[in-house]
C-alpha cells in the first residue's frame, strides 16, 4: 500500500532545517501509528513538488530516517516503512488540543445514551451465540447474492446504480414489494403508498418524526424494541406505557387521547407473544371510535414456519389507519440496513419528503441487488432454508430448556427466531450475562426492553438465528448453571 502524498505537511511553527522537519514528519507519522511496516512513501521527487523544497533535501532526510530504521530502500521500487521501526504506544494518543468549547453547554440537543443493547463486535468468535438477529453464513447464499450484485454493476442498471433519485426508490424494487411481497401479508398498495428505508428502524423514526410532536402522544408496549422508547422520548411527544400480557398489547388500556399506538402484533418484541384475531379487530375498532393511527412492526413475519402467520392489521384495515413496516434485514442481513413503509398516500408523502432532507434515499445499487436477488426467486429459497433450520434448532432449544427447568414465557405462535425466559426473581440476568461470556456464551438480559425505571432483573431472551443445533444443549446447559448457582 503506498501513502498519499496528501497526507503530508510541513508544521510552519516547527523549529529546525527542512531536512529536520521533513524527517520529524514521517517519524512522528510512524509513532502515531498512522504509517505502517511496508507502506510504501512518496517518491522524493513527488515529496519535494507536494512540499515545495529541493528533492536532494528530500532524499537526505530519507537517507537519515533509512539510518535510523524508521524506513528501508528497496533499490528502484523507493522507500517503505521498516518492518523494524518504532511500533506506536500502546495507550491512546493525545490530541494537541482539546477545545476551549463547552460542549455542555453548546449541545442543543442530546440524543444519549443510544441503543441499550450491547452485541459484542466478536460475536461470531463465541461458541454459543444466543443474541437476537445477527447472520448465520452456514445459511446465507452469498453466491447467488453475489451474481445479483455483479448483475446491478452491469451497463443496463447504470442508471440504477448511479442516478440520483433524490426523494424516489427504485421502480423494480418498489414493484416487487407491491406486487409480491404485501400480498404474502393480505396488503394491497399502489407505489405512492409504499417507501423504502434504510432498515425497519429508520421507518419508524420516519413515522415518529411526520406523526409527532410535543403535544401529542404515542403509546407503546412494555416491554418493547428500545431503540423505539429512544425514539420517541427524542421526538419529545407524550409517552404512555401499555404492559403487555401473553397475547401482547391490551387494547383495553390504551389511555384516553392517544395519537398513535406502535405495536409487533405478529411477534411482540421481544417476548414474542402473537395478538389473536379478536384481540387485532379490537384494537382496529377502538382506533376508529378514538381516531388515532396504528404503526404495526411487522418485522419477522418470514419466520412463521410453524403455521401460516395470522393476518397483518393492516389487511384488516378498512379506513386507512394502519402504517405497516417492513424489513429486510431481518430475513437476509443486519448489515443491508433496508426496510420499507407502507401507509396512506399522504402520510408516504411526509415521510418521503423527510427522508430526502436526512438521506435523500437509499443506495441505488443496494436497491437494484436486492431486486434481483427477490424477483429471480433465491429470497424465497432462503426463507424455506432458513424456516427449516429455524424449526429444528427451536425444538432442540425447547427440549433443553425443559430439561434444565428453565421458565419460557414466550416463545411465538408461528415461529420466529427467539424465545424469552423469565428466571427466579433472586437472578440479575445482567450479572449472568457478563459471568457467561468466560463460558463463551453470549445471551440478551431482558431488562433494556423495559421501559419503568427499576425494571426487572430476570428475564432473558435467546436467539437460535445464528447458533448451531448440535450447539445449543450444552449452551443451554451452561445457562441454567449459571441461573441456577447465582
Not at 8 to 19: I, K, N, V, Y
Amino acid at each position: 500500500m503506498s501513502i498519499s502524498v496528501e497526507t503530508f505537511f510541513l508544521d510552519p511553527s516547527a523549529e529546525g532545517t527542512l531536512q529536520a522537519r521533513i524527517q520529524q514528519m514521517v517519524a512522528q507519522g510512524i509513532l502515531a501509528g498512522r504509517f505502517r511496516p511496508g507502506e510504501r512513501l512518496p517518491s522524493s521527487r513527488k515529496m519535494a513538488a507536494h512540499l515545495g523544497v529541493s528533492r536532494i533535501t528530500v532524499t537526505l532526510a530519507y537517507t537519515e530516517l533509512v539510518a535510523d530504521d524508521y524506513l528501508m530502500s528497496r533499490g528502484r521500487s523507493g522507500y517503505f516503512v521498516s518492518d523494524n521501526a518504532p511500533e506506536p504506544p500502546a495507550f491512546p494518543a493525545q490530541r494537541f488540543n482539546a477545545g476551549t468549547v463547552d460542549w455542555s453547554r453548546t449541545i442543543g440537543q442530546r440524543f444519549t445514551p443510544g441503543l441499550s443493547l450491547d452485541k459484542p463486535a466478536d460475536w461470531a468468535d463465541y461458541r454459543y451465540q444466543f443474541i437476537y438477529g445477527q447472520a448465520d453464513k452456514t445459511l446465507f447464499d452469498s453466491a447467488n447474492w453475489r451474481l445479483c450484485a455483479l448483475r446491478a454493476l452491469g451497463m443496463r442498471d447504470f442508471n440504477a446504480l448511479t442516478s440520483d433519485y433524490f426523494d424516489g426508490d427504485d421502480p423494480l424494487l418498489v414493484d416487487f414489494i407491491a406486487r409480491q411481497t404485501l400480498p404474502r401479508r393480505g396488503i394491497l398498495a399502489n407505489p405512492d403508498e409504499i417507501l423504502v428505508t434504510m432498515g425497519a428502524q429508520n421507518a419508524l423514526w420516519l413515522s415518529a418524526q411526520v406523526l409527532l410532536n410535543g403535544r401529542r402522544r404515542a403509546a407503546i408496549e412494555d416491554p418493547c424494541y428500545p431503540a423505539l422508547r429512544t425514539i420517541l422520548t427524542q421526538s419529545r411527544c407524550q409517552l404512555s406505557v401499555i404492559p403487555v400480557d401473553h397475547d401482547g398489547l391490551p387494547p383495553q388500556d390504551l389511555p384516553d387521547q392517544t395519537d398513535v399506538v406502535f405495536t409487533t402484533p405478529s411477534h411482540q418484541c421481544p417476548t414474542a407473544a402473537t395478538m389473536p384475531l379478536k384481540r387485532r379487530e379490537a384494537l382496529l375498532n377502538k382506533a376508529e371510535a378514538e381516531d388515532f393511527v396504528i404503526v404495526e412492526d411487522d418485522y419477522e413475519f418470514e419466520m412463521s414456519f410453524l403455521k401460516s402467520p395470522s393476518p397483518s392489521l393492516k389487511s384488516l384495515d378498512k379506513n386507512g389507519r394502519v402504517i405497516y413496516v417492513g424489513s429486510f434485514s431481518k430475513s437476509l442481513f443486519p448489515g443491508l440496513r433496508l426496510g420499507y413503509l407502507v401507509g396512506p398516500a399522504p402520510f408516504i408523502r411526509e415521510a418521503r419528503a423527510l427522508r430526502a432532507t436526512v438521506l435523500r434515499h437509499p443506495p441505488g445499487h443496494i436497491q437494484r441487488t436486492v431486486s434481483y436477488y427477490l424477483s429471480l426467486g433465491h429470497y424465497d429459497a432462503l426463507v424455506r432454508r432458513m424456516s427449516k433450520t429455524y424449526h429444528e434448532r427451536r425444538q432442540v432449544m425447547v427440549d433443553a430448556l425443559h430439561e434444565h427447568g428453565l421458565t419460557i414465557v414466550g416463545q411465538g405462535t408461528y415461529g420466529g427466531s427467539s424465545v424469552w425466559l423469565k428466571a427466579p426473581e433472586t437472578v440479575d440476568t445482567t450479572e449472568i450475562a457478563k459471568c457467561l461470556q468466560s463460558d463463551s456464551v453470549l445471551v440478551e438480559p431482558g431488562a433494556p426492553f423495559f421501559a419503568r425505571e427499576d425494571p426487572p432483573s430476570n428475564y432473558l431472551r435467546l436467539a437460535y438465528s445464528s447458533i448451531p443445533s448440535s450447539r445449543i444443549p450444552e449452551g443451554i446447559r451452561l445457562i441454567a448453571k449459571a441461573i441456577h448457582n447465582s
